[in-house]
């Protein structure tokens, strides 16, 4: 099972260790008869802006994680620690809103960000992804600190302190 799902892989790394005139041969082989795989790497990222890709891939999924810690912990907080009018509601549709497939909201996020003029930004890749993915991480936490309140500060070797205080300094 394991060798099916990572023979794509495994070929993909011996390609691009060819160098191009085995590549395009009819002979198949999967270790290459001589080694170019720097050579071919030198060549992507001369040819191509690899450097920048990698770089907003970072930025993108850096921002995603920070905004996601940034809603959901309070709002984790708020849903399993508070008691308040409303509570078992807001959780609901908070799950409800889970069962919402990207795919439904794809089009209207889009006309939106064109209308916002955003469409070519990082905030059209970033912010779509904080929101439809902040909604699972609210839900798992919260469900995390209710059922065990205080193992996460424990976890952590926190000394007591308030509520809030605490889950700030986790």
Sequence with gaps: GAAFILLPFLWMISTASKPQTEIFTTDLHFIPYSFALWDNLATAFGKANL???????????????????????????????????????????????????????????????????????????????????RLPTTESIALLVDKNPNALAASFDIPAGTEAGDTTRV
């Design 51 to 133: 450097w920048r890709f990698l770089l907003n891939g970072v930025v993108v999924t850096v921002s995603i994680f920070a905004l996601q810690v940034l809603v959901a912990l309070p709002a984790a907080y708020a849903l399993a620690k508070l008691r308040f009018a409303g509570r078992e509601v807001l959780f609901a549709l908070v799950l409800f809103c889970i069962l919402i497939p990207p795919q439904a909201t794809a089009i209207p996020v889009f006309l939106l960000f064109h209308k916002l003029g955003i469409l070519d930004s990082y905030a059209a890749l970033v912010v779509p992804f904080t929101i439809s993915s």
